[in-house]
């Protein structure tokens, strides 16, 4: 672990020391699996990232309602959101997932560097129904799998993200209830499309859904990942700055 990818996790842990998700409101989840309902929807599964700033964008769409623009992609078909609630560098907090989650009734994933059984915990208890963790973060499998299995015990789904082949056949193992490849690499932020090309080419078969994430911004992106074998796409930043977030999610949904 270095570069930007070293930052954001001493973010997150200055977070948790400021208490950020020590005080959250209370919600219940959607109580839906997501990892089936990508599978059964009938036009493509697209999760939405509610997002409005990143180490690579800086400031993308500040001063929005968090809950508006979560039900213009709601409208727009999103089967589920993403909500940031890392406030370093990305903007977020947690007190945005728990509005939103008042306000909707799709499933959130919890988007967030997490290092910390209190940030798994709050996701819990505002009602999320995945988290995210991130295969490159964890310094061993015993770890990162304790926090699956925390994840787990609160009834939250894991989606685990990697980013290299390797990282991948680790996480295909680990009992994550989805996998995602990343096409941004967390050390520099670059971003290729072709990641996920590579890694599915490569990679062993994995019984639960992949879902490729970054770089993703018009229905093009979503034929060429869809046809190597990625089956659920997340997208932030090219929705929050398209103007029209209903419209951008439902071109991207219809896109196959």
């Given at each position: 672990m270095s570069g930007v990818l070293e930052t954001l996790v001493s973010n997150s842990r200055r977070a948790v020391s400021d208490g950020v998700y020590d005080s959250v409101s209370p919600h219940k989840s959607s109580g839906v699996d997501l990892a089936q309902l990508v599978r059964k929807t009938p036009h493509v599964p697209v999760i939405s990232e509610v997002k409005f700033a990143s180490p690579s964008e800086g400031?993308?769409?500040?001063?929005?309602?968090?809950?508006?623009?979560?039900?213009?992609?709601?409208?727009?078909?999103?089967?589920?959101?993403?909500?940031?609630?890392?406030?370093?560098?990305?903007?977020?907090?947690?007190?945005?997932?728990?509005?939103?989650?008042?306000?909707?009734?799709?499933?959130i994933l919890m988007k967030d560097i997490i290092i910390d059984a209190h940030q798994i915990e709050a996701g819990a208890k505002m009602g999320a129904d995945y988290v995210l963790l991130i295969e490159s973060v964890f310094e061993s499998n015993s770890v990162r799998d304790g926090l699956i299995d925390l994840a787990h015990s609160h009834g939250l789904g894991v989606l685990l993200e990697a980013h290299t082949p390797a990282e991948f056949g680790s996480a295909v193992r680990s009992g994550a209830d989805m996998v995602g490849i990343n096409n941004r690499n967390l050390d520099t932020l670059e971003v290729s499309l072709a990641t996920t090309e590579e890694i599915m080419a490569a990679g062993p078969a994995c019984e639960v859904p992949i879902v490729t994430e970054s770089g993703i911004s018009a229905p093009g992106d979503i034929r060429r990942l869809r046809a190597c074998g990625a089956e659920v796409f997340l997208v932030g930043t090219s929705i929050m700055k398209s103007g029209d977030i209903a419209g951008a999610v439902r071109s991207l949904v219809s896109a196959v």
């Open positions: 400031d993308i769409c500040r001063g929005a309602d968090p809950v508006e623009v979560a039900a213009q992609m709601v409208e727009g078909g999103a089967v589920a959101l993403s909500v940031l609630t890392q406030p370093h560098s990305f903007g977020g907090s947690p007190e945005n997932l728990a509005r939103i989650r008042q306000n909707v009734n799709v499933p």
